[in-house]
């Protein structure tokens, strides 16, 4: 469920709670507080910064060593002793002293990044795929933790918890400091994040865990030497924002940075062919009610509509006595939503002795009910071939996954294929996607079904703008018995090719995520009682529909543990 309660991130009232965007930085990597002030490395520039997170104010530490740092990425502090990671090596230094490097132990591949208590080192090693852990004062290894994710870590330590930020899964793990097993993860707000650190809120005396992020964006230049003057051009973006956090372990998830976003769904009748249709009824599916996303309310827009419940879902009816050729109608609604970043935490272990799945489910979802070709011998092989002799339910799903993203390429098209035919032919937009993780799904006996509809576009840091996506979007959700619905996108993590792919959106969406009309069709039309035949009127035939998301203002959840 939603938290019990969530408050604003207003940082008038707060200043803990705003942006920090740093002056003249280009790639902010590990970052780490000193009293009230963050210490960072700039791994582009090689600067040592010392920033003020009330008033973006930078100074430039190492003045005349930065070259010495080019490249380093990993940083912690431990009293006036300053840890890095660079290249292959760890090495410390005395920060009130003239930055000489003190060699501390050299890896057989790069160092990413570093952590440190009285008495421990901990160091991220992404081609090793270990967190490595060594004595502080010998230099000696300890012992080692798989690495939670797959992309370039940093990691610091709170208490007996060792938090890691993931740049390729969008993710921060929770981690047990002293076993390395993952206690729950936590999905950004913003992709690519490169470092995190815990300060003490001087207002609340509540930890706030602050991530930077480093990426490139692109931005529209006005080059007056140029014909036309306007080019596209990319440029560096770095900063840090806090990650707000809520963990319910008797859910089995967690929420992160929730946003108040009003939604807008509107058609506007514009028919390429003239039509009249008698006795007409509309449906749009509304926004649904789940664990990460609450309607605080909805209204009409252009016409009034009633509302009716199918399966569960809200569903807005427009109705016309009649639709004449030459009408134009705008109608549609708006609504106010809570939506939050939610990464759910289930194991293989935890559905080895789950129910059976109910035979209501059976015949519901898994049947071919949506022209999803699972007769076909393409898609039977297929879905033998994805799970091989595995039998867990979660790492069947897991491996239908890569399998698809194996198979397939991203690619958008005007129509989607059925699955047979996108398998074949090797490229896939979300839905062909969807259709081939469906069809292999329920041919496993795993009960999987189609949500979703739209994404906000993910700009969380631009508040009050107007904002449109380019194209809809669906993803699906597979049914453990005893548990519920687990969320899985369809395409987004198929990032590299052959893999490894994140697992950031396994069983995890985030906060631009909107869910409407599970388990029903997103928009029907009717006329005279009966359904419209879609090959003689479609809907994308008689009407352009605008869909707007504003976002109002940022949440924290206020609850969980």
Not at 10 to 21: G, L
Request: charge should be negative; include cysteine; aromatic fraction near 10%.
């Amino acid at each position: 469920m939603i938290p019990d309660s969530a408050s604003s991130v207003d940082p008038k009232q707060n200043p803990w709670f705003r942006t920090i965007r740093p002056i003249g930085a280009a790639a902010l990597q590990g970052i780490a507080f000193r009293d009230d002030t963050i210490i960072a490395i700039d791994a582009t520039t090689g600067y040592l910064l010392q920033i003020d997170p009330l008033s973006d104010n930078t100074a430039i530490l190492n003045s005349s060593r930065e070259s010495d740092l080019v490249g380093a990425t990993g940083l912690a502090l431990s009293g006036d002793t300053l840890w890095l990671t660079w290249q292959d090596s760890v090495y410390c230094c005395q920060l009130n002293g003239d930055f000489t490097l003190e060699h501390f132990v050299t890896l057989p591949y790069t160092a990413d990044g570093v952590a440190v208590t009285a008495s421990t080192v901990y160091v991220a090693c992404k081609k090793a795929g270990y967190i490595l852990v060594y004595n502080r004062t010998t230099a000696r290894e300890i012992t080692r933790f798989y690495t939670p994710g797959i992309g370039v870590e940093n990691i610091t330590v709170r208490d007996e918890e060792l938090w890691v930020s993931d740049i390729e899964e969008q993710t921060v793990y929770c981690l047990d400091r002293a076993t390395g097993e993952i206690q729950f993860s936590l999905l950004t707000p913003f992709e690519r994040p490169t470092g995190l650190a815990f300060h003490t809120d001087p207002q609340t005396g509540r930890d706030i865990l602050y991530v930077a992020y480093a990426s490139e964006e692109p931005y529209i230049r006005d080059n007056p030497n140029a014909d036309p003057n306007h080019e596209l051009q990319y440029r560096d973006r770095t900063f840090i924002h806090p990650l707000h956090f809520a963990y319910y372990p008797d859910r089995h998830y967690a929420l992160s940075n929730g946003y108040l976003i009003e939604m807008s769904y509107v058609e506007e009748l514009s028919p390429l062919d003239e039509v009249e249709l008698n006795e007409v009824e509309w449906r749009i599916a509304l926004p649904s009610e789940t664990d990460r996303q609450k309607v605080r309310k909805i209204e009409p827009v252009g016409r009034p509509f009633t509302e009716e419940i199918q399966d569960g879902q809200r569903v807005a009816v427009f109705k016309f006595d009649t639709l004449q050729p030459g009408e134009r109608h705008l109608f549609g609604w708006k609504a106010l939503l809570e939506v939050w970043s939610i990464k759910y935490r289930l194991t293989p272990r935890d559905v080895e002795n789950i129910p059976k799945l109910s035979s209501e489910f059976e015949s519901r979802y898994l049947v071919d009910d949506d022209e999803l070709a699972m007769d076909t011998e393409i898609i039977r092989r297929a879905a033998r071939e994805a799970i091989g002799r595995e039998t867990n339910l979660l790492r069947q799903v897991y491996s239908i996954r890569n399998y698809v993203y194996d198979q397939l390429s991203y690619g958008i098209k005007p129509h989607i294929d059925p699955p047979d035919v996108a398998l074949e032919r090797g490229i896939g937009s979300c839905g062909e996607y969807l259709g081939v993780l469906l069809a292999l799904g329920r041919l496993n006996g795993i009960a999987c079904r189609t949500v979703g509809r739209y994404k906000c576009p993910p700009h969380a840091d631009k508040p009050g703008i107007p904002l449109e996506p380019d194209f809809n979007h669906v993803w699906m959700e597979f049914y453990v018995p005893g548990f519920g619905w687990l969320p899985m996108e369809s395409n987004p993590d198929d990032t590299v090719e052959g893999g490894p792919y994140p697992t950031r959106f396994f069983m995890g969406l985030c906060w631009y995520h909107m869910e409407m009309g599970k388990s029903i069709p997103f928009e029907t039309l009717m006329s005279q009682g009966e359904p419209v035949n879609k090959a003689e009127i479609s809907i994308g035939e008689l009407a352009i529909n605008h869909v707007r998301f504003t976002i109002v203002e940022e949440l924290i959840p206020l609850g969980g543990g």
